[in-house]
């Protein structure tokens, strides 16, 4: 079975950073595109970062600059480091995963195989 488990979420002042991990089990994670993938209340899910197999990156225009992606397939482990923060960055952060997914200019299909449970961002003003 496919575990994906998201940490590291909670409440920061804007301008602050935080970082969270996507802890991934019951895959070939190596073979694996990791994408987080953000929703705020009322409004769409949004895809905010993905990272290949082969280490190709993406990243929304709208946090290009202030977040940083990464991935340690030893641990099977991606990372979310998140800087600058804004309000507007506050959402429920999911972690998908999806073996056949590809990064492109324009990111990666939010249509992932699988998903975790999601940890939430807040970022006061």
């Known amino acids: 079975e496919v575990k994906l488990v998201e940490s590291g979420g909670g409440l920061v002042q804007a301008g602050g950073s935080l970082r969270l991990s996507c802890a991934a089990s019951g895959l070939t994670f190596r073979d694996y595109t990791i994408q987080w993938i953000r929703q705020a209340p009322g409004k769409e899910r949004e895809g905010v970062s993905c990272?290949?197999?082969?280490?190709?990156?993406y990243y929304a225009d709208s946090v290009k600059g202030r977040f940083t992606i990464s991935r340690d397939n030893a641990k099977k482990t991606v990372y979310l480091e998140m800087s600058s923060l804004k309000p507007e960055d506050t959402a429920v952060y999911y972690c998908?995963?999806?073996?056949?997914?590809?990064?492109?200019?324009?990111?990666?299909?939010?249509?992932?195989?699988?998903w975790g449970k999601g940890t939430l961002v807040s970022v006061s003003s």
């Open positions: 990272i290949g197999d082969s280490g190709k990156l």
């Open positions: 998908a995963a999806d073996a056949l997914a590809t990064v492109t200019p324009l990111g990666c299909d939010l249509a992932m195989d699988h």
